[in-house]
């Protein structure tokens, strides 16, 4: 990123964290709801896309090869899914979407989730790489993270609600 790029980064980071500090109740809450809200991080997102993004886009190949199909076996676990898979897979961006975490916990080991454009929240679990920070946007088809054979955690939400059993092995056929 250049110079002016962290500069607004860190001024807009300031920003928030004074109206959050503020002893201003309705200040707090609008802030609040702007973080937090999924409507108005696409639109944070897409803002600040425009302002740094770079016009030159350089396809060098496609990557839409669906590899989460290609698993053996299917389990309930947590309020998602494990995945297993004989070889390594590489986890790619669906379509255009922003990071909302990266990290480990205790019951899926390291994680990421991404909230994609169209409403979908998926958490990938037990994964051996990521390539993300949070709130990083990802465009369609980009490496998010890697996974060597094994098993894989995996919740998809839309609208608050996880999805069942069919549900989700409908939308990784689609877009797995």
């Given at each position: ?109 390291k994680v990421i989730s991404i909230s ?61």
């Amino acid at each position: 990123m250049k110079a002016w790029q962290w500069l607004t980064s860190l001024a807009l980071c300031i920003v928030i964290y004074i109206g959050l500090n503020s002893s201003n109740e309705s200040v707090r809450q609008f802030i609040t709801s702007v973080v937090y809200s999924t409507e108005h991080m696409t639109v944070m997102r897409n803002t600040v896309n425009e302002l740094f993004s770079d016009d030159e886009v350089v396809e060098v190949a496609s990557t839409n090869q669906k590899v989460l199909v290609k698993f053996v076996a299917i389990k309930r676990y947590d309020q998602g899914f494990k995945l297993s898979y004989e070889d390594p897979i590489t986890i790619t961006a669906t379509q255009s979407g922003v990071m909302v975490y990266t990290g480990h916990t205790a019951r899926t080991g390291k994680v990421i989730s991404i909230s994609y454009d169209d409403g979908y929240t998926v958490t990938y679990g037990f994964i051996d790489d990521f390539y993300h920070l949070p709130y990083s946007t990802v465009a369609q088809g980009e490496v998010i993270a890697m996974k060597e054979q094994g098993e894989l955690f995996i919740q998809i939400e839309k609208n608050g609600r996880v999805l069942s059993l069919e549900e989700t092995v409908e939308w990784i056929k689609d877009h797995g």
